[in-house]
């Protein structure tokens, strides 16, 4: 192979260096490492859309930063970068793999041997970190190898091709020397382009058939949906107030939050999905999903909230959910006494653990598969997620799902607990102002303050708003929907120019008023009183 020749322990002697001279040496020797770990990376990520897509090199290295990630920094991440705190991870790892490169292109002018050796060593690690992955097996081996090996064919490509022609010291500074730069230059640069072209083929192709198979598993013919046996009616009359800048009361699907640990959207192919409960069941059962089909569907009106949304976070929406409830399929099974826990695991490895009481207390619990008319999209979890009214996402709202295992707390501590969290997530009484925007510049005169509260499983008994710490005055509520959902509210706010801050805090129905003090979201969710700053003009 081209890189072969590149095996040697002592460093390149003078008579072996590269005719290029200068700042060009170096500049090209960091595009001939760019380039090597580029095609590392796409042919890794070419066969893992064939044979494992979660092994893909980035992917693997991607999610195992993001296990080993100390709490703090995850935090931060969600708080600074939102919805796209996953672009930003991939990007950060990209750019220290970049750098990487960038060292192993100037390593390779002097220590050929090493950058070869320093390439394999990263794809060792890609293949390690893709292999110990939950969905792992011994052919999540094969990207991160295959693709370390075509980075050091690259670089030894590379690399040959800048060298050209040994210059001896009799000739070096002459117009030959001067030639064989020229020669080698051009050489390089041929070779680059070669590996450029192969580095776009071989990444198109991996992006293109990664979304086909994702597109072919989501949209593949499965059982049909089918219709509730209780329908819900339309949303109450006076549920949305249609205040301008107010989350509506039923959340479009491209807009609902989403927070996961899913660096690629899982894909399953309905006709390959199956679920399994087990654990400490009478009965141990596996269900397909025209079988999970077969039992009657509820659906209901329900929000959902993170527990690392901040106050006044936008990590809440309300949906009407259509699915199977999770209280009968436990029957179904048999729960044995002292299964206080269920745990369950997505097909991406997620573990997520919620109160067994909790599941059977007769709230609306549900393996839901139909979200606002439509089939669960792969985003929030096709074909199956869970959902448990009433209870934070990180205990209750398993994506992708495909197990259920009933055990004990003492047993077993899932993700979230394991890195800290609390082991009951139940949700806090919250509201939050969505009109004016903070900051905003408003005209004198009436404004509408609106927003939204939540105590699911509770409800909302009262909205109340002040303005820069004054008395407390009653917000009008919409009309309720059910208590699994949020309910909107409005100010009429007579507003005079100046600076002001406006403040919001809400009451649920069993009478417990949101707290005033400040709590950040870890350990078990965040609490205080949203304000803003306002100029009225």
């Given at each position: 192979?081209?890189?072969?020749?590149?095996?040697?322990?002592?460093?390149?002697?003078?008579?072996?260096?590269?005719?290029?001279a200068g700042r060009s040496r170096?500049?090209?020797?960091?595009?001939?490492?760019?380039?090597?770990?580029?095609?590392?990376?796409?042919?890794?990520?070419?066969?893992?859309?064939?044979?494992?897509?979660?092994?893909?090199?980035?992917?693997?290295?991607?999610?195992?930063?993001?296990?080993?990630?100390?709490?703090?920094?995850?935090?931060?991440?969600?708080?600074?970068?939102?919805?796209?705190?996953?672009?930003?991870?991939?990007?950060?790892?990209?750019?220290?793999?970049?750098?990487?490169?960038?060292?192993?292109?100037?390593?390779?002018?002097?220590?050929?041997?090493?950058?070869?050796?320093?390439?394999?060593?990263?794809?060792?690690?890609?293949?390690?970190?893709?292999?110990?992955?939950?969905?792992?097996?011994?052919?999540?081996?094969?990207?991160?190898?295959?693709?370390?090996?075509?980075?050091?064919?690259?670089?030894?490509?590379?690399?040959?091709?800048?060298?050209?022609?040994?210059?001896?010291?009799?000739?070096?500074?002459?117009?030959?020397?001067?030639?064989?730069?020229?020669?080698?230059?051009?050489?390089?640069?041929?070779?680059?382009?070669?590996?450029?072209?192969?580095?776009?083929?071989?990444?198109?192709?991996?992006?293109?058939?990664?979304?086909?198979?994702?597109?072919?598993?989501?949209?593949?013919?499965?059982?049909?949906?089918?219709?509730?046996?209780?329908?819900?009616?339309?949303?109450?009359?006076?549920?949305?107030?249609?205040?301008?800048?107010?989350?509506?009361?039923?959340?479009?699907?491209?807009?609902?939050?989403?927070?996961?640990?899913?660096?690629?959207?899982?894909?399953?192919?309905?006709?390959?999905?199956?679920?399994?409960?087990?654990?400490?069941?009478?009965?141990?059962?596996?269900?397909?999903?025209?079988?999970?089909?077969?039992?009657?569907?509820?659906?209901?009106?329900?929000?959902?909230?993170?527990?690392?949304?901040?106050?006044?976070?936008?990590?809440?929406?309300?949906?009407?959910?259509?699915?199977?409830?999770?209280?009968?399929?436990?029957?179904?099974?048999?729960?044995?006494?002292?299964?206080?826990?269920?745990?369950?695991?997505?097909?991406?490895?997620m573990s997520i653990g919620t109160?067994?009481?909790?599941?059977?207390?007769?709230?609306?619990?549900?393996?839901?598969?139909?979200?606002?008319?439509?089939?669960?999209?792969?985003?929030?979890?096709?074909?199956?997620?869970?959902?448990?009214?009433?209870?934070?996402?990180?205990?209750?709202?398993?994506?992708?799902?495909?197990?259920?295992?009933?055990?004990?707390?003492?047993?077993?501590?899932?993700?979230?607990?394991?890195?800290?969290?609390?082991?009951?997530?139940?949700?806090?009484?919250?509201?939050?102002?969505?009109?004016?925007?903070?900051?905003?510049?408003?005209?004198?005169?009436?404004?509408?303050?609106?927003?939204?509260?939540?105590?699911?499983?509770?409800?909302?008994?009262?909205?109340?708003?002040?303005?820069?710490?004054?008395?407390?005055?009653?917000?009008?509520?919409?009309?309720?929907?059910?208590?699994?959902?949020?309910?909107?509210?409005?100010?009429?706010?007579?507003?005079?120019?100046?600076?002001?801050?406006?403040?919001?805090?809400?009451?649920?129905?069993s009478g417990a008023t949101q707290?005033?003090?400040?709590?950040?979201?870890?350990?078990?969710?965040?609490?205080?009183?949203?304000?803003?700053?306002?100029?009225?003009?």
């Amino acid at each position: 192979m081209p890189f072969v020749s590149l095996l040697r322990l002592s460093p390149i002697r003078t008579t072996d260096r590269p005719p290029l001279a200068g700042r060009s040496r170096y500049v090209l020797a960091a595009l001939s490492g760019l380039l090597a770990g580029g095609t590392a990376i796409a042919v890794g990520h070419l066969i893992a859309a064939v044979v494992a897509p979660a092994a893909s090199p980035l992917l693997a290295v991607g999610s195992t930063f993001i296990d080993l990630t100390p709490e703090w920094l995850k935090s931060f991440a969600i708080r600074s970068f939102g919805s796209n705190d996953k672009v930003a991870l991939l990007g950060g790892i990209a750019t220290v793999l970049a750098l990487a490169a960038v060292a192993i292109g100037l390593l390779a002018t002097r220590w050929p041997r090493l950058a070869i050796a320093a390439i394999g060593t990263l794809g060792l690690v890609g293949a390690i970190a893709a292999v110990l992955r939950p969905a792992g097996s011994p052919i999540s081996l094969l990207p991160s190898l295959v693709g370390a090996v075509a980075g050091m064919a690259a670089l030894g490509v590379l690399e040959r091709a800048g060298r050209g022609r040994a210059v001896s010291p009799a000739v070096a500074g002459s117009t030959d020397a001067a030639s064989d730069s020229d020669v080698s230059r051009r050489g390089l640069l041929g070779a680059a382009a070669a590996v450029g072209v192969l580095i776009a083929v071989s990444g198109g192709l991996g992006v293109l058939i990664g979304g086909r198979r994702a597109s072919d598993a989501a949209g593949s013919a499965g059982p049909a949906i089918p219709a509730p046996l209780e329908p819900l009616a339309p949303v109450p009359a006076g549920a949305d107030l249609g205040i301008e800048g107010v989350s509506s009361f039923i959340t479009p699907n491209d807009q609902f939050y989403r927070v996961d640990t899913a660096l690629q959207i899982p894909s399953i192919a309905p006709e390959d999905w199956r679920l399994r409960i087990h654990g400490l069941v009478d009965r141990e059962v596996t269900l397909t999903l025209a079988q999970l089909l077969e039992y009657p569907t509820i659906e209901r009106d329900i929000t959902l909230t993170c527990v690392s949304n901040q106050v006044g976070g936008e990590y809440a929406g309300n949906a009407r959910w259509v699915g199977v409830s999770l209280a009968t399929l436990l029957e179904a099974a048999g729960v044995q006494p002292g299964a206080d826990q269920i745990v369950s695991r997505s097909i991406d490895g997620m573990s997520i653990g919620t109160p067994t009481a909790v599941a059977l207390d007769g709230r609306d619990s549900m393996l839901a598969i139909g979200m606002n008319g439509e089939p669960l999209p792969a985003v929030h979890g096709y074909p199956v997620r869970m959902i448990v009214p009433g209870l934070f996402g990180y205990v209750s709202a398993t994506k992708w799902l495909i197990d259920l295992e009933l055990t004990t707390f003492a047993a077993y501590d899932p993700y979230w607990v394991e890195r800290g969290w609390a082991k009951e997530g139940p949700i806090k009484t919250m509201s939050r102002i969505d009109a004016p925007k903070p900051l905003a510049r408003v005209p004198a005169g009436r404004v509408a303050v609106g927003g939204v509260a939540w105590a699911q499983h509770r409800g909302i008994k009262r909205v109340e708003v002040r303005i820069d710490g004054g008395t407390w005055s009653d917000a009008r509520l919409a009309a309720v929907d059910t208590i699994d959902t949020w309910r909107q509210w409005v100010y009429e706010w007579d507003a005079a120019s100046g600076n002001h801050t406006l403040e919001v805090r809400a009451t649920d129905a069993s009478g417990a008023t949101q707290p005033e003090m400040r709590a950040e979201p870890f350990p078990a969710g965040a609490t205080g009183w949203h304000a803003i700053v306002v100029t009225v003009t």
